[in-house]
């Protein structure tokens, strides 16, 4: 990045507060607070979509899309410090959260680190412009954590591939436009040589969308069927079976979120988090707040709400500096996904007896009951607690490997259940 | 402690750590336990002269940070006392040290130089014993009466007391809280020595029995003392949990390296998912108690607005996840992680003893929810 000849942070936030000030309406209190709750309907939650789209663009009009992305595709070609201020002025305002994660992160990062310069060209800018929502194609029906078993398999066909098989707990899939997909190419080496990384248009013959609802009415992640879906060979990402060398880089992206100089994520949490302020509002409205347990309760929260969030700049200076290896993003995935939990589990306790029953009169101590139903979600999506804490002590702390039964033999021979175990 | 140290820094803490290998290697330490003081004189003072006790100081006073950030600076000699477990009373001279050198006018200016040259020990009358031990409760008295001030109460925990010749104490007065220098001999000042749980720091219980002092003894205004002692907690709480997570880490590789070379059915310890997961939660606590302690240095030594959240949180949350982590390097070790002989036990006692100085973590927990209560209207 060239130094110098680049706006300084300060001017910069103060022309993204004016701006942001000027242009985009400040948020309701409580908005986009609790886990994952259910939308209003489905013309709303395709209303929103359509409203973040809009906002990209007068991002993308304005100056301020993709403000660590290169010049060259349609960014500011800012630094991270830049993006970190325009994060912190955006607090309380809206702005396009479903595009965020996963378009820009681990999508578009994925594109900027390996895809040719064509398909930069092609897709950033349109990125940029909320043209192009993107979506992960990673999880399977039959993988859960072992997320290089993957069975969607990739057969080429003279300048084609042709896909076929599953994905799964992709969000918003059935109002999005690509999506980004790890499908098997050999099935005669071991699993993490035989995959390559594709990118298909979501909306097209051959892909069926399906929606799975979730046990609090959620209806956000899809799952897609693929039958014999046609992708040229210009829409593969990175080299035939070198897949896991582009998936590995995917997943830190994916841990490195909250960390990201790609996306916009207000200062004050993503959306779909219970954050200490809000419990203050649950305390007040369940009329506990002067209870002296209560604020201990209130306090653990916001203490864990500024230890991760200094947590996550101790590891992002890190990794930056090469001073901790990249695995150690695992770290924050763990802290986060444990902290996400305790924290719903504090504005449950808050709630009281309004976490059993409620009306939508009853304030911010409604929907907490149902917030707690899904504790766990901040400590499997993303990749399982489990799985990162596998990752720290193997890959950051060196300790022995898991015995595993894929290891060192072909895909194909690899039992996969009950039904071909041999 | 911070990812990267400014050279300047690096060699602070080089020195530091070298001179506290020498003096005081875990064999030492461990004999202090029948010592009254819990360090010796000369090891205090060579420990002034690498700058221990002059980071806080302005330097018109004769003291200076070495990055411009004295505090920060402070931090990282603190967290060399943690990893080593060794002894010397940082907390509390360092804090009344930059007491005087903020407050304290000329009246003072021959204590702080004697504490800058370790020639002179200063301990910090904070805390007061129960029914009045919640954070930031004061009953002590102090009374003016023509040109002296006269004290009336009980401070306790007092570290150092025992050695120190000169206390800080927080007084209430009619005026509101105060501060006062009192010198240990002063007539009516008993000073009681304490049990404690660590090897090296030793406390006591100091009665004010109308023990009169010259209003000379004030530091800063009469009654106008609340900012500065809520500025004395931050910087306590600010050291105290740099001191932690050096033990943190100090018990954190310790156990790691264990679980590397005992076997146990012929398989390192360190194979065992179970205990890989521990370690991984554990590993995950230290890196957040790292970059929790030094943000909040930083924030404190900058006077931002969220110091006083961020250091009740860095407290807190080393209060509570530095036990657990200490405790599970115990229970990983087995029966030898509980024994006098190992060395593990040191940095327990640290991270034990300092969970339940200047407020628990529950305490911070409720002090920040003051805090957060009223976010709205800072922002």
Known sequence: ?422 | MLLELDPDQEVLREATARYLTDRVPTEKIRRLRNDVSGFEADYWRAGAELGWTSLLVAEEHGGGSISGAGLVDLTVAAHEFGLRAAPGPLVPTNVVAAALSAVGGAAHEAVLAGLLEGTAIASWGYAEPAPNDRLGTVELTCRVEGDEIVLDGVKRPVESAGVAQFLLVTGRGEAGLTQVLVPTDTPGVTVEPLRTVDLTRRFSSVRFDGARVPASALVGELGGAAEQVERQLQLALVILSAESVGAMQAAFDMTVQWAFERYSFGRPLASYQELKHRFADMKSWLEAAHAISDTAASAVGAESPDAPELVSAAKAFIGEYGVELLQDCVQIHGGIGVTFEHDLHLFLRRVVLDRALYGTPAEHRQRIAGVVEHLKERA
Request: a negative charge; charged letters at 25%.
């Open chain 1, 1 to 422: 990045m060239s130094t110098g000849d680049i706006e300084d942070v300060e001017t910069f936030r103060q022309r993204a507060r004016a701006w942001i000030r000027g242009n985009l309406a400040p948020l309701p209190a409580g908005s986009g607070i609790g886990v994952m709750r259910a939308g209003e309907s489905d013309e709303a939650e395709l209303a929103a979509v359509a409203r973040q789209r809009e906002i990209q663009r007068m991002f993308y009009d304005a100056g301020f899309a993709g403000i660590a992305f290169p010049r060259e595709y349609g960014g500011q070609g800012l630094t991270a410090d830049h993006q970190k201020a325009f994060s912190e002025e955006i607090s309380g305002y809206e702005y396009p959260a479903d595009i965020q994660a996963p378009t820009f992160s681990p999508c578009a990062a994925v594109l900027l680190d390996f895809g040719t310069e064509e398909q930069k060209r092609q897709h950033i800018p349109a990125i940029l412009k909320g043209e192009e929502l993107w979506m992960q194609f990673l999880s399977e029906p039959s993988a859960g954590s072992d997320v290089a078993a993957a069975l969607t398999s990739a057969v080429r066909d003279g300048d084609d591939w042709i896909l076929n098989g599953s994905k799964i707990w992709t969000t918003g899939a059935w109002w999005s436009d690509w999506g980004l997909v790890l499908a098997r190419t050999n099935w005669d080496v071991p699993k993490h040589r035989g995959l390559t990384v594709f990118i298909l248009p979501i909306h097209q013959p051959g892909i069926e969308v399906n929606r799975i609802e979730m046990l609090n009415g959620n209806k956000e992640f899809c799952q897609e069927y693929l039958t014999d879906v046609r992708v040229p060979d210009t829409d593969r990402i990175g080299e035939v079976d070198d897949g896991w060398t582009v998936g590995t880089r995917w997943m830190f992206h994916e841990r490195m979120l909250h960390n990201s100089p790609l996306v916009t994520i207000p200062a004050d949490g993503a959306r779909g988090t219970i954050r200490a302020t809000h419990l203050v509002e649950i305390a007040r409205d369940a009329g506990r707040l002067e209870d002296p347990l209560a604020r201990d309760l209130i306090g653990e929260g916001r203490m864990l709400d500024l230890v991760t969030h200094a947590l996550q700049g101790r590891l992002s200076r890190g990794l930056r500096s090469g001073r901790m290896p990249d695995q150690s993003a695992a770290i924050g995935r763990l802290f986060t996904g444990v902290t996400a939990a305790r924290t719903t589990t504090l504005s449950f306790n808050l709630a009281g007896g309004a976490s059993a029953a409620w009306t939508d009169d009853d304030g911010a101590t409604a929907e907490c009951g149902n917030d707690f139903l899904l504790r766990q979600v901040s400590c499997i999506g993303g990749g399982t607690t489990e799985m990162a804490r596998n990752v720290v002590s193997e890959r950051v702390l060196g300790m022995p490997r898991e015995p595993a039964k894929d290891r060192g033999i072909a895909f194909r021979d690899v039992p996969r259940g009950a039904s071909n175990r041999g």
